[in-house]
């Protein structure tokens, strides 16, 4: 019986498995399953027992629905209603389904945290190469020593069949955003009455393989170039940080550079990553707390929990409705329910807990990874002293007109103090993501951060 089988099974075998090398990849008669019994990256094909969770039958169709002239989508299931809603007063019937964390806001905002459950709906699907480059991944890609860097990896999902936490953590690290991407979306840090003050950035993200003239035959420890450019407000505007991701952080941790508009000067930035502060976020995310999660999984040990039906944020399009103003979307405690979408899928589970000897601020992480998209759907943090602190949500929704799965905004909400962080919200902006950006290795070095921190 196949490793991914026991796993899902949940056997005492199963857990004995997890606990051998990280080193091993699947054998060619498993990577067979790839597009039969499993879609093409890995995640069950058939639906649940009871029809609740459907089969997957290819993903949203390209002309699901249309693009607005600023590249917004129409919402595909704009005329569902609710199957039902969780408040405080039936949380409890619901609980199997939810995480600890997702209970805590419950208990947290009695009178206004509620979720509308919609139907499932597995709209996730993914371009032909992204496909054919994870079935050779599943046999060739390797962990290198302690877990910390990928070997024979250059697209597509790293680990369709995982053994073990690490390869589930690192197909959420390197999954398929689109090939290059920019991007105007805000940042608030809303505060225990509600109040917030917009901060706008303007990223640029691009897998190295997609790069205007690089030579892919050349070997490069760079796995994507990432920049983030502060357009608003006036007292930030014109920092700039620049982030060159590395495949394998054992030989070469990441690199980070930030630019100072008002110093007018680069300098080295090694506090982007890991616990550092989170930019223009008033202290409520870390640097790995963008895109969920990010950065080396060095200091953490991973287990893998294996695989349970959860409600998630999904199918996110009402939020992202262009018509909306972010007035209608932030509120004291937590986002508008009413613009929020829950749906019952499948995730895989992952404790992260730190290792003996280092340092983070939160001691232990639950991951709760959408199998369809390998996506971090929920994040549940703990602080040093075993007590839930953050619970991070992430909004996803599938760009069918481009077969690209990736988030509407991250929800970071801090139990202790009220207060919580979203990130990636663009209603009131200028256009939706740009997936036909076009960028060069010469726009992602450092001499260039100078360029475009002009304000």
Same mark, same amino acid.
């Given at each position: 019986?196949s490793v991914h089988k026991q796993?899902?099974?949940?056997?005492?075998?199963?857990?004995?498995?997890?606990?051998?090398?990280v080193m091993a990849a699947v054998?060619?008669?498993?990577?067979? +399953?790839?597009?039969?019994? &499993?879609?093409?990256?890995?995640?069950?094909?058939?639906?649940?027992?009871?029809?609740?969770?459907?089969?997957?039958?290819?993903?949203?169709?390209?002309?699901?629905?249309?693009?607005?002239? !600023?590249?917004?989508?129409?919402?595909?299931?704009?005329?569902?209603?609710?199957?039902?809603?969780?408040?405080?007063?039936?949380?409890?019937?619901?609980?199997?389904?939810?995480?600890?964390?997702?209970?805590?806001?419950? +208990?947290?905002?009695? #009178?206004?945290?509620?979720?509308?459950?919609?139907?499932?709906?597995?709209?996730?699907?993914?371009?032909?190469?992204?496909?054919?480059?994870? +079935? !050779?991944?599943?046999?060739?890609?390797?962990?290198?020593?302690?877990?910390?860097?990928?070997?024979?990896? %250059?697209?597509?999902?790293?680990?369709?069949?995982?053994?073990?936490?690490?390869?589930?953590?690192?197909?959420?690290?390197?999954?398929?955003?689109?090939?290059?991407? /920019?991007?105007?979306?805000?940042?608030?840090?809303?505060?225990?009455?509600?109040?917030?003050?917009?901060?706008?950035?303007?990223?640029?993200?691009?897998? *190295?393989?997609?790069?205007?003239?690089?030579?892919?035959? !050349?070997? $490069?420890?760079?796995?994507?170039?990432?920049? @983030? *450019?502060?357009?608003?407000?006036?007292?930030?505007?014109?920092?700039?940080?620049? %982030?060159?991701?590395?495949?394998?952080?054992?030989?070469?941790?990441?690199?980070?550079?930030?630019?100072?508009?008002?110093?007018?000067?680069?300098? *080295?930035?090694?506090?982007?990553?890991?616990?550092?502060?989170?930019?223009?976020?008033?202290? &409520?995310? =870390?640097?790995?707390?963008?895109?969920?999660?990010?950065?080396?999984?060095?200091?953490?040990?991973? +287990? &893998? %929990?294996?695989?349970?039906?959860?409600?998630?944020?999904?199918?996110?399009?009402?939020?992202?409705?262009?018509?909306?103003?972010?007035?209608?979307?932030?509120?004291?405690?937590?986002?508008?329910? #009413?613009?929020?979408?829950?749906?019952?899928?499948?995730?895989?589970?992952?404790?992260? =807990?730190?290792?003996s000897g280092q340092r983070h601020?939160?001691?232990?992480?639950?991951?709760?990874?959408?199998?369809? =998209?390998? /996506?971090?759907?929920?994040?549940?943090?703990?602080?040093?002293?075993?007590?839930?602190?953050?619970?991070?949500?992430?909004?996803?929704?599938?760009?069918?007109? @481009?077969?690209?799965?990736?988030?509407?905004?991250?929800?970071?909400?801090?139990? @202790?103090?009220?207060?919580?962080?979203?990130?990636?919200?663009?209603?009131?902006?200028?256009? $939706?993501?740009?997936?036909?950006? @076009?960028?060069?290795?010469?726009?992602?070095?450092?001499?260039?951060?100078?360029?475009?921190?002009?304000?």
């Amino acid at each position: 019986m196949s490793v991914h089988k026991q796993i899902l099974q949940g056997g005492a075998f199963a857990l004995s498995l997890l606990a051998t090398s990280v080193m091993a990849a699947v054998s060619p008669a498993e990577a067979e +399953k790839l597009g039969t019994t &499993l879609t093409p990256i890995g995640a069950e094909k058939a639906g649940n027992a009871d029809g609740s969770i459907p089969e997957w039958t290819g993903g949203l169709p390209a002309n699901a629905g249309t693009a607005d002239s !600023k590249g917004f989508l129409s919402n595909p299931f704009a005329s569902e209603q609710p199957l039902y809603s969780i408040t405080a007063a039936n949380a409890d019937q619901y609980k199997d389904k939810l995480t600890a964390g997702q209970v805590a806001l419950f +208990k947290r905002y009695p #009178e206004s945290y509620k979720m509308n459950v919609y139907p499932s709906h597995r709209t996730a699907a993914y371009p032909q190469h992204i496909l054919d480059a994870t +079935k !050779k991944n599943a046999v060739s890609t390797k962990l290198v020593a302690g877990g910390n860097g990928l070997e024979n990896y %250059v697209e597509g999902v790293t680990f369709p069949i995982p053994a073990n936490g690490m390869e589930v953590i690192w197909n959420h690290i390197t999954r398929y955003r689109g090939g290059s991407v /920019q991007r105007f979306i805000t940042q608030m840090a809303v505060q225990s009455n509600g109040s917030y003050s917009p901060v706008v950035f303007h990223d640029e993200f691009t897998f *190295r393989a997609n790069l205007k003239g690089v030579d892919t035959s !050349k070997a $490069s420890n760079v796995m994507f170039y990432f920049k @983030q *450019r502060v357009t608003a407000p006036s007292r930030l505007a014109g920092n700039v940080l620049l %982030v060159h991701e590395t495949i394998d952080q054992v030989k070469e941790p990441r690199l980070a550079w930030v630019y100072n508009a008002g110093q007018r000067r680069v300098r *080295r930035a090694p506090q982007v990553a890991y616990d550092g502060p989170g930019t223009a976020a008033d202290g &409520l995310r =870390t640097s790995d707390n963008f895109d969920m999660y990010n950065g080396a999984p060095d200091r953490y040990d991973w +287990k &893998l %929990v294996g695989k349970k039906e959860l409600l998630i944020p999904y199918n996110a399009y009402k939020l992202d409705d262009p018509k909306l103003k972010y007035d209608e979307i932030v509120q004291a405690g937590h986002l508008n329910p #009413e613009h929020l979408r829950y749906e019952l899928h499948r995730v895989w589970e992952v404790e992260a =807990t730190l290792k003996s000897g280092q340092r983070h601020i939160y001691a232990k992480r639950h991951f709760f990874i959408d199998e369809d =998209t390998w /996506q971090a759907a929920v994040i549940d943090h703990y602080d040093g002293r075993g007590n839930l602190w953050r619970v991070a949500e992430a909004h996803a929704q599938y760009y069918y007109d @481009q077969n690209i799965p990736w988030y509407t905004a991250e929800a970071l909400h801090d139990l @202790q103090n009220g207060r919580y962080l979203v990130t990636g919200l663009k209603n009131e902006e200028s256009k $939706s993501y740009d997936f036909s950006y @076009q960028a060069s290795e010469a726009d992602y070095t450092p001499a260039a951060l100078r360029n475009a921190g002009i304000r």
